[in-house]
Each structure stands twice: as C-alpha cells, then as structure tokens.
C-alpha cells in the first residue's frame, strides 16, 4: 500500500463519506471537481469537508473516469464472490 495514504493510530486509512460531487469545465480546458464530504459530527444534509480540484486536460478527466470504472467492477468482483 502507498505509503502516501494518511492513517490513524491504528494503521487504518483516514477516510471521510463522500456526499456527492460536482463537476465544471472551466473555459473549455480542463475540469473542476469538487467533492464535499462528511467528518465527524456533520448532519446528513451539510456535509463541512471539501476537496476542490483542477484537471488541466482531456486525457487526465478519461484516466481518472476510467480508474473509478476500474474500482467500481472490482468492488462488483468481490461482491459477487463473497
């Protein structure tokens, strides 16, 4: 696992509950994403966490398109054989 990855004390991944996303392009060059999410104490209906991003070309936005396809059907993978 990469190291890059923040942990608890644990060991754990540090992850948050993403509530949903939103998507921009930005003058017809590169996408906007921003991906609110929930940490701890949060209502459901007002995520405080957001990560904002920029990606500067059509060839990141498919790579990452396709590395969440990617996780989606091995997520399904391991469902079916469980």
Do not use: C, H
């Amino acid at each position: 696992m990469n190291e890059a990855w923040t942990k608890d004390e644990k060991g754990n991944i540090v992850v948050f509950p993403l509530a949903g996303y939103e998507t921009m392009v930005v003058e017809n060059q590169a996408l906007a994403l921003r991906l609110p999410f929930m940490v701890q104490g949060d209502k459901q209906t007002s995520p405080s966490g957001s990560l904002q991003l920029i990606i500067s070309n059509a060839a990141d936005v498919r790579d990452l398109g396709q590395a969440l396809i990617d996780a989606a059907e091995r997520i399904e993978q391991a469902t079916k054989g469980a």
